[in-house]
């Protein structure tokens, strides 16, 4: 499954008439249960393993993906489907959303991801919380400390997601990615250098759109 979505997203980036993304799981208990932690526990080698997913970086290809990506999440939300919610732009969940990343208690590092992208969304406090003791949290709790961005009743939460998308992709998708990786690459930047990107990139795509 991980493979097919690399290699459709991979196909979403170089596929100029898509503007956005609706990422939401089909299962009726969750979006996503996360790995399957028995079957990549008992792997010949999880250096192995681990090796195997870095080859297809999928997590890479959301993060620089050109185009906004909404999830709708719920039911359960373990592991790596948390991690995924986390490269996403928005993320909106029904009242029934449990957030959980349980790895730590099998031994395994939640390593998808979660320890960079979930601090960087939720600060340290509320990140070692969930990271190292592996709680399920409500959704009243994932919104009040920023996991989720919205809680939308399930029974109009695909038609408000529709909505909040094509508000997002009004934008040219060229505004949209460039909005996109200057956010990306300053938060690893200091303010004032964040500022002087934030700058020269602006005035690249004024010069590129002929707005100058």
């Known amino acids: 499954m991980r493979d097919e979505l690399y290699e459709v997203l991979t196909a979403i980036t170089l596929d100029t008439d898509i503007e956005g993304i609706l990422l ?10 996360g790995a399957d932690l028995t079957e990549f526990g008992t792997a010949p080698s999880q250096h192995i393993a681990r090796n195997i997913r870095k080859e297809r970086d999928l997590w890479e290809v959301f993060m620089t993906l050109p185009i906004p990506i909404v999830c709708i999440l719920h039911g359960y939300t373990f592991g790596s489907g948390v991690e995924i919610a986390m490269l996403c732009d928005v993320r909106i969940a029904t009242e029934n959303t449990i957030i959980s990343l349980p790895e730590t208690g099998l031994g395994i590092i939640p390593a998808a991801g979660g320890t960079q ?3 960087r969304q939720i600060g340290l406090g509320h990140s070692l919380d969930l990271l190292l003791l592996g709680k399920q949290i409500e959704v009243d709790k994932s919104l009040e400390i920023g996991l989720i961005d919205y809680c939308i009743e399930e029974n109009r939460i695909v038609e408000f997601a529709h909505s909040l998308l094509d508000s997002l992709c009004r934008n040219p998708r060229e505004l949209n990615q460039l909005t996109k990786s200057i956010i990306s690459q300053g938060l690893e930047l200091s303010l004032a250098q964040g500022l002087d990107l934030e700058a020269k990139r602006c005035i690249e795509y ?4 002929g707005q100058g």
């Open 24 to 33: 939401k799981g089909t299962g009726s208990k969750g979006f996503c249960g």
């Open 117 to 119: 992208t979930i601090p």
């Open 206 to 209: 004024i010069i590129e759109t």
